[in-house]
């Protein structure tokens, strides 16, 4: 018995990303780095918030992989839901402990 | 299904030897891989467990010196929590007959498979190694608290290695389960045509991809603490002990429900087969699976009411915890409703079902007692906690283990135990269940902490009790896999169908074929349930 579902596979497109957004992709990934890097050396006004400022540019980053080098912009939607879901979830643990955190 | 194999070999006699299993990648040898690993550990924890009670017998020292007492708990907790209650259902009865639930022939990566087992070994060895290296076992309690984890001489790194490793192994588990429902359901079965046993593992394979790397980084942190000196959770160095806590509950609670939730599924197959009707409230019961998955991710700070942790969290934790509480009565009421009016055939499997259904309520119930906050400050860390958690860890997922073996040993073996003796074992193992984990709950009502060897002299009579009861279970537990073991051997022999079930499993031969089915299988019109057609 061979695996199932071969229809439904042969619907979904296997999409080849061009180099030229693979490129981009990259460059944009560089200046986010370099962004960040800049922030640290000197961005000392920024003070508690450099901390925050880097989270931040990371899961940007770490989007853009996401989208574009793990291809979840071209895949089911119901993929960049379950993401989404997972970054919630993230979300949740954070403020229920800062919460508790900063109540101490 | 593109086309049917039909072949007179079951998959015990399509290969023979020793390594035609461990290194098989068939999804019902693993299976069976895992049940033969997990008994023996089993037997290993439970083995640890009556002597710990046999050492609470009576007040002051019997037998374990102080710092013995500690590690065997600690050992007790990890065996059984790590490599007994966490993979049990999964990893048994959902490798095995998932895919043939699902009307499929393997699980979707069937050498991640075949990885996850040997990660299990290879962390279940390193988890019993501490036992004859350096200072013995942990002594810290399988929660590994910091700074005493970070500080103590016992084996604590390889400890927590060891439960790093599993989590990997859970980690494919939850992955592989997950792209098999996704994408190997055979032709017609929707999700919502799904029986409910897939339903909760789907569930639970969510919790255990994205719950369980969290206690990997946890645990490498505190390697990092005890081998670099890094200040995490020692506040001598600058760390923060609660924080610690923090990480481990936002994947231990939520672990909680991977031991629980395939329990559920298990009771929901069971009910509808012995009472041959519809389960009451299909989607009720699947929608509730994600809802306490989802829920029973925002609850971990009950853990920590007395940790000091702050006022506003421990309020909001509180109020959270209820909320888990709503689910889990949906599921309850959909089981007995099912019950209602069916044709109720009393076997082994409807009766562990049954006991699932009180014990775990028993559980269900003093679990929100403990979940509020004013009555958690009282009975924190005394036996309450102890009789809480193991009338839901061993009366609710053990007893579903337990009711699955019944249930389908018969369809892996092909062959029937004694019936009689098995509901002799059950009667035994119920009662001597009880009369260990009840006393418990009275007993830390009454204030007796727990983690001591010894106990004030007002407490000796509930603890004699529960020791007496350690020695009925176990005798329960000998009589029972006795007799499954000898039915797999010698029993009667049975065809496709004795439960006279409808879900898929029960139209392949028994035992399966390699590639699980000799002919198409159909699905029940009305949904997995619908005794109706019959």
């Known amino acids: 018995m061979e695996h199932q579902n071969e229809q439904q596979e042969h619907k979904q497109t296997h999409h080849i990303i061009s180099y030229k957004e693979h490129f981009s992709t990259l460059v944009a990934l560089l200046l986010l780095t370099v962004l960040t890097v800049s922030i640290s050396v000197f961005g000392a006004e920024l003070r508690s918030l450099s901390v925050a400022t880097a989270l931040l540019i990371a899961s940007v980053k770490a989007l853009v992989v996401a989208y574009y080098f793990m291809h979840l912009k071209y895949d089911l939607k119901i993929y960049r839901w379950l993401v989404l879901l997972v970054m919630v979830l993230f979300v949740v643990f954070l403020v229920l402990t800062s919460i508790e955190y900063l109540n101490r | 299904m593109a086309t049917a194999v039909a072949t007179d070999l079951n998959f015990f006699q399509v290969k023979r030897g020793f390594f035609s299993w461990i290194f098989s990648i068939d999804h019902k040898r693993i299976g069976l891989l895992y049940m033969y690993s997990l008994i023996t550990f089993f037997l290993v924890g439970a ?198 806590q923090h990480l481990f509950w936002i994947y231990s609670h939520p672990a909680v429900y991977i031991m629980a939730l395939p329990a559920f599924g298990i009771i929901s197959e069971l009910l509808p087969t012995f009472s041959q009707r519809t389960i009451f409230g299909y989607s009720a019961i699947a929608f509730s699976s994600l809802a306490i998955a989802f829920i029973g991710y925002f609850v971990w700070g009950h853990h920590m009411f007395t940790s000091g942790m702050s006022g506003p969290a421990r309020i909001i934790f509180s109020i959270l915890t209820f909320l888990v509480a709503i689910p889990t009565a949906i599921k309850v009421f959909n089981w007995v409703a099912t019950l209602y009016k069916g044709s109720i055939n009393v076997q082994p499997p409807l009766l562990y079902a049954l006991a699932f259904i009180f014990q775990f309520s028993v559980g269900g119930l003093t679990g929100v007692v403990l979940g509020a906050l004013a009555a958690d400050i009282h009975l924190h860390d005394t036996y309450f906690v102890v009789g809480h958690f193991h009338y839901v860890m061993f009366g609710g997922a053990g007893f579903a283990f337990f009711g699955a073996l019944h249930y389908w040993i018969p369809k892996i073996w092909g062959r029937m135990y004694n019936i009689r003796v098995a509901n002799i074992a059950f009667s035994i193992l119920f009662v001597g269940f009880n009369v260990l984990y009840f006393p418990m709950l009275v007993v830390g009502l009454m204030g007796m902490p727990r983690r001591y060897y010894d106990y004030l002299p007002e407490f000796h009579l509930p603890n004699m009790i529960s020791t007496y009861g350690s020695w009925i279970l176990a005798v329960g537990l000998l009589l029972m896999l006795g007799n499954l073991i000898v039915g797999v051997r010698k029993g009667k022999k049975v065809g496709r169908n004795p439960w006279n079930g409808i879900t898929l499993e029960w139209q392949t031969p028994s035992p399966p074929p390699l590639q699980n089915f000799d002919k198409m299988p159909e699905l029940p019109k009305g949904g997995p349930y619908d005794f109706k057609q019959e």
Request: a negative charge.
């Open chain 2, 47 to 244: 083995t640890l467990g009556v002597l710990m009670r046999l050492e609470l017998l009576n007040p002051g020292k019997d037998f374990l010196e102080a710092q013995t007492y500690n590690q065997v708990f600690t050992l007790h907790g990890v065996i059984m929590i790590f490599l007994f209650i966490i993979p049990s259902i999964p990893a048994v009865f959902g490798n095995f007959f998932l895919p043939i639930m699902i009307g499929t022939d393997d699980v979707a990566f069937p050498r991640l498979n075949l990885l996850s087992w040997w990660l299990y070994i290879i962390g279940a060895l390193m988890a019993l190694s501490t036992l004859v290296f350096g200072d013995g076992p942990a002594d810290t309690g399988w929660t590994f608290y910091a700074p005493y984890s970070v500080n103590t001489s016992t084996n604590v790194t390889i400890s927590v290695l060891a439960a790093f490793v599993l989590g990997f192994s859970s980690i494919l588990t939850g992955l592989n389960f997950i792209v098999t429902i996704h994408r190997l359901r055979t032709p017609g079965m929707t999700f919502m045509k799904m029986p409910l046993f897939a339903w909760s593992l789907y569930a639970t394979s969510w919790i255990q991809l994205l719950a369980t790397p969290i206690i990997g980084i946890t645990l490498m942190m505190i390697v990092a603490e005890r081998v670099f000196g890094v200040g995490l959770f020692d506040p001598s160095i600058g760390g923060d002990p609660i924080l610690y």
